[in-house]
């Protein structure tokens, strides 16, 4: 067992990197991200590898790229307008299918909004953000614990699909110090034959994500596609937290969802029987288990950080079978556990 | 009696056609590094950055590694490769919308921390790739896709002379302009490339070669009068020479 030690999200998050073999780490200062480069910037000198301050988000995540590809394992951290800018590059990783991690602190927007903690990213994160046909993968931690864990995790999945995983935090976990078990490395390593490290004893090889003759590009789309299917076969995760009994599903991802279950508790102590579905990946989304876990029960309440994005999602995965509800706080309000518990009194039983 | 071999393709350079027109300055600067690459005996420990420009495919001629980097971020990508493969060789090839335009910030911050890299800077007053707007390295009174009626500097401001910038900067080690104009500064040029890579060999940091460039096609010109409007025009306003030589220290400023 790892050790047990009191850590700030963002602290959990970079040691969990360097657990994992990061030796690559670049990034550009934004609140309320600022500790993970901090702790990278005291911490990889000593271990003999490379923290560099980029001169922009954009630079930062291109450095990601230019490392990544050369077989290294690499890093950035931002917060939402800064990973605005990182998307140019999440597009280019994608189509040249180049293992990263990525975490987003996110915070309050639209533009430079606020530092709280927020959820408005999703649709950026999850749906896309950047130009044509990809998928990140997206974790969405709910505690320092789970964002240590998959930060470890992000590492060995990227590299086993070649693709950009992305962890979805937000400025309340980055900011919150919760007792954590630092996670033992996995020693995963996946082979790396398509690596840029010199034609030495064998053809040159390219990392690119153009492809101009005709047809060429469609035949790729089509490979990452195939890619994209083993990903939502084997990677979707989720938590359901007394679903079963229930009559009533509060979806919620990350720190939203520790307010559901704070809720819950007291529903339950009333005699009123909620749960909570908690996806852990937004990408790919847990449609299924969602979709079964709502089955049958008179309601769904989506509780999010923003103005409703995941909301599609639960739509989508719910298909109209159980009406769906929506309770959410933006720019960095954070749904408190009376309004949640309020909403679902409101339902009758 | 073997007939004795004067001329033949660099190893570094593979035997295929390549997309650039006739009279273009990409190829030939393309084969002044592959033969570079040939005679240092480094193409197998080669990290080509290919830029978003006329260069893009560069990856198809050159027989090394290869990455194409998002327009402009060429020296951020190849920062990347670098810190993570310090024995390996990195170029960053590199147009003028790319180096000087959208890639600004990335172009400085790389000379700025002394990058041990090499950077090739075709200028060649034009984007060709896209079919000939302004660049930032345009000449003034230049009749482009988006000047035509010339570049006007008092509305979109003068060209920027790169090795002039550059060479305010404390780190780079190395800055030199040449141009692929004629036979006599192709060799000279050639000499610059190879100074630039052995710096980096040396672990000197940061070399910038800005190569004046022709780009006919988009110039609305002849091969012949493309490299007399490099000579006549280009070079006057961007003078060739070492701006910085750390190595030497002996700078000799620009006649
Ligand atoms: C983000 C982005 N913006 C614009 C373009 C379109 N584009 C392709 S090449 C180019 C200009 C290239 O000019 P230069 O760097 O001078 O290279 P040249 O073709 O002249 O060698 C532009 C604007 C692009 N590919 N990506
Ligand atoms: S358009 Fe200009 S830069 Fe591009 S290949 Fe043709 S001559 Fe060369
Ligand atoms: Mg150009």
């Known amino acids: 067992m790892g050790k047990r030690v009191l850590l700030k999200g963002n602290e959990a998050a970079a040691e969990a990197a360097l657990i994992a073999g990061c030796t690559h780490y670049f990034a550009y200062p934004i609140t309320p991200q600022n500790e993970i480069s901090a702790y990278m910037a005291k911490r990889m000198p000593k271990l003999n590898r490379t923290f560099l301050q980029a001169e922009s988000e954009i630079a930062a995540c291109n450095m990601v790229y230019g490392a990544a590809a050369t077989g290294v394992r690499a890093m950035t951290s931002s917060s939402s307008p800064g990973i605005a800018l990182k998307q140019e590059a999440f597009s280019y990783i994608a189509g040249a299918e180049v293992p990263a991690v990525v975490i987003n602190m996110m915070r309050g927007g639209p533009g430079l909004g606020n530092i709280a903690g927020s959820q408005g990213d999703y649709n950026m994160c999850v749906r896309g953000g950047s130009n044509g046909d990809f998928h990140n993968l997206v974790y969405a931690p709910s505690t320092v614990q789970e964002l240590a864990d998959l930060t470890l995790k992000a590492f060995d999945v990227a590299e086993k699909y070649r693709i950009l995983a992305l962890i979805l935090g937000d400025g309340y976990l980055a900011q919150m110090s919760e007792p954590c078990v630092l996670p033992e490395p996995s020693g995963e390593r996946h082979e790396k034959p398509w690596a840029l490290t010199g034609a030495e004893g064998r053809d040159a090889q390219v990392i ?5 003759a005709d047809g060429v590009l469609e035949v790729h789309n089509r490979h990452l596609e195939e890619k994209y299917k083993a990903v939502e076969a084997a990677e979707v995760m989720f938590e359901n937290f007394m679903c079963d009994d229930a009559d009533f599903i509060l979806v919620a991802y990350g720190t939203a969802s520790r307010v559901c279950k704070a809720a819950v508790m007291r529903l339950r102590e009333k005699g009123v029987k909620a749960g909570v579905f908690r996806p852990i990946t937004l990408w790919p989304y847990p449609y299924e288990a969602l979709s079964a876990a709502a089955a049958g029960k008179k309601k769904v309440l989506t509780v999010e950080m ?14 109209g079978e159980v009406p769906v509800d929506f309770l959410g706080r933006p720019g960095g309000g954070v749904p408190m556990v009376d309004e949640v518990e309020e909403r679902v009194l409101s339902y009758g039983r | 009696m073997a007939d004795k071999i004067l001329y033949t393709r660099p190893r570094s350079i593979r035997d295929v056609k390549t997309h650039y027109c006739p009279g273009c300055g990409h190829g030939i600067v393309h084969k002044l590094i ?4 040939d005679e240092m005996n480094c193409r197998e420990k080669t990290l080509l950055v290919a830029p978003v420009g006329c260069g893009v495919l560069a990856y198809n001629y050159f ?7 998002p327009h402009g971020r060429a020296p951020a990508v190849a920062t990347g490769m670098k810190r993570a493969r310090k024995d390996k060789l990195v170029i960053s090839y590199q147009g003028d919308g790319d180096l000087l335009a959208i890639g600004t910030a990335e172009t400085i911050h790389a000379a700025n921390r002394g990058e041990n890299i090499t950077v090739i800077f075709i200028n060649n007053a034009i984007y ?10 345009t000449m003034e009174g230049q009749v482009t896709k988006t000047t035509p009626y010339g570049r006007d500097v008092t509305d979109v401001g003068y060209p920027i002379r790169a090795c002039e910038l550059l060479n305010t900067l404390m780190a780079p080690y190395y800055i030199e302009r040449v141009s692929v104009h004629d036979v006599p500064n192709i060799l000279k040029a050639k000499k610059a490339i190879r100074r630039a890579l052995q710096n980096q060999l ?30 006549d025009v280009m070079m006057p306003y961007y003078p060739l020479g070492v701006f910085r030589d750390k190595g030497t220290e002996e700078a000799s400023r620009v006649q």
């Open chain 1, 208 to 212: 690119k994500s153009l492809r101009l």
């Open chain 1, 306 to 319: 923003s103005l409703g994005q995941m909301l599609l999602d639960v739509q989508l995965a719910v298909r």
């Open chain 2, 34 to 37: 592959g033969e570079c690459l």
């Open chain 2, 63 to 69: 027989d090394v590694d290869a990455i194409e980097a």
């Open chain 2, 128 to 137: 060709g790739m896209t079919g000939g707007q302004m660049a930032p390295t």
């Open chain 2, 202 to 231: 040396d672990g000197k940091g940061y070399s910038f070669i800005e190569v004046l460039s022709m780009c006919p096609t988009n110039w609305g010109v002849d091969a012949q009068t493309g490299a007399d409007w490099v000579r």
